[in-house]
């Protein structure tokens, strides 16, 4: 099995990037624009920004602590790229590792220590900054893309650096070492993973008391409280993810790693508990987690605002990631949910249509159109209006980089009973003498056929996930028609090569209302179709602050529309909609609303209206303002702030009048 986490225990035992491939359609496209652009796209900045310099610094022993560039952590970037070039070239990529491969290898110290910022004379010496260091999670990066190497039937100087990196961890901090802890996560699920690649034993305990030790005091206490990097509270008693979101869900990964490989089932119901209390208050409907810009944190439960979402992409790189942990654990189909949801509405959404720019917060709701970014330099982490080329601390591009080019690895499984497909994308799965085909233009159209190319005489089942959102969907088997309801529609049967089965799932537009608790968006709606949620985007409608005001009536019609724009197959909505003429609205002026032009088509504006700043005060008694009629676009969301700079909302006001009808 060629791809990321391969459990020796299961429901499900994973295909790999050998065993699916990824043809075409929306991720086909996308791991193309990965390959093509992205990922030399960020080897051109690791070098702009002398990131990947720093291991030849080390090299030469030339690295005194001035001509160090990068924060602590950029080390991990050049082994995420790493890692992203291994699995490309494991599912026949043309990109060469040999290069990072050796500029790695060459900085690693006798012992096997190896990073570029600490040791050296000058230069803080190791260990000395567990807390912000970042030394094992940057190994942690390390050992990921090792074992990407050695996945892909390769033992080279990366594959060699990562082990005996992680050897030298096991001496360092095992049981009679530093009774100690990285202040970031990710080691954990690395070493598991090495584990399960070498078969060496001692990477698993090391992971196991990695996990036993959190939440023990082990690392001081600091400005942001323990909870921050989850040293608060062990792992076992947690009852929900809290603190920094990519700390506490790569910690997840960890244990769910260490528990499956340990028969653990209690460390697995724990992180299963925590995950259902997450998803049930402090994720976003795009699959976002991490609501907080102090901390980059989880917040309270229903916690969610749209526009101070701050929802990294890591964060939801590492829930993909942790779903599929917990999905081949349990076999349930909402961890494939939960997986698809967050792979559509951010992942896809990080990053530009050009491959060349990446947002790391991912908020619902953007009140300011950004501006045009300089794409000739870094820019800060959470600025959010635009896309960036990169940025000072740029841990995102990366890690979306190597989810990418893996992405064949989280599309099906296999058990003794048969084949089991959990995502839909154009391509082929193979498993040993069954070979099946997947037709689907999905998400823009519904409709996935299965065809069976290769099969054993044997019977066995075919498992397709249906969607919690889609409620209700046809399956046509060889057999005749059947309505299937979410989970996996199973089709038990002797196959013959050439025999079909179409799944076809509704993606009719839908209002979403959010849960009342979450009081930032109450009395608002969101529009889904199919696996993506919607939203409105400024250069839509004219004037660009209309947004601001703009109310729905949720019993109107949501009309599809192409939007070549935006892309050949892009599906986008429209529905009547009105602007509010409340003068406490920021976006009112009623008197320029006496411009509009009569003759203005519908699918234009909700209200010609601009900002003013009302009476001074922006609270009062209950409005009863006319309301300007008009239409609302919609546009996926995952493709907003590829047209310059805009507003944006994805939560959308109910007009009072309907919104009395809840
Ligand atoms: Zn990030």
Known sequence: MIGPVRPSAGALRPLGLDAVRITGGFWGERQERNAKASIPHAHHWLEETGWLGNFRLAATDDLVPHRRRGREFSDSEVFKLAEAMAWECARGGDVSVGELSTVVAAAQEPGGYLNTMFGRPGQQPRYSDLTWGHELYCYGHLIQAGVARLRGGVKDALATTAIRAADHVCVEFGPTGRQALCGHPGIEMALVELFRATGTARYLDQARLFVDRRGQASLPDVELGRAYFQDDVPVRERVVFAGHAVRALYLACGAVDVAVETGDDKLLAAV?????????????????????????????????????????????????????????????????????????????????????????????RQRVAGEVLDRSRPWPRASSGERAPWRDVSCCPTNVARTLASLGGYVATVDDGGVQVHQYAAGTVASGDIALTVATGYPWDGGVEVRVDRTSQRPWRLSLRVPAWAGEATLVTPEGTQRVTPGYAVVSRTWRSGDTVRLELPLTPRWTAPDPRIDAVRGCVAVERGPLVYCAESVDHDPATALDAVNVDRSAPLTERPLPALGRDVVALAVPASATSDPRSEATRTDEADDRDPSEPAGGVPARTTPAAGDGWPYGSISTAEAEPGNLTLVPYHLWANRGPATMRVWLPVASSTQDRR
Do not use: K
Request: with cysteine; aromatic share 12%.
């Open 272 to 364: 299963v508990r925590q995950w259902e209390r997450t998803v049930a208050a402090r994720t976003y409907v795009t699959g976002g987690m991490g609501s907080r810009h102090e901390g980059e944190a989880f917040g309270e439960d229903f916690e969610l605002p749209a526009d101070r979402a701050y929802v990294e992409t890591c964060a939801a790189v590492a829930s993909v990631m942790l779903c599929w942990r917990l999905l081949l654990a349990t076999g349930e189909a909402r961890f494939a949910d939960l997986a698809e949801r967050t792979l559509f509405n951010v992942v896809a959404a990080s990053t530009s249509l050009d491959g060349r720019a990446f947002f790391y917060t991912n908020p619902l």
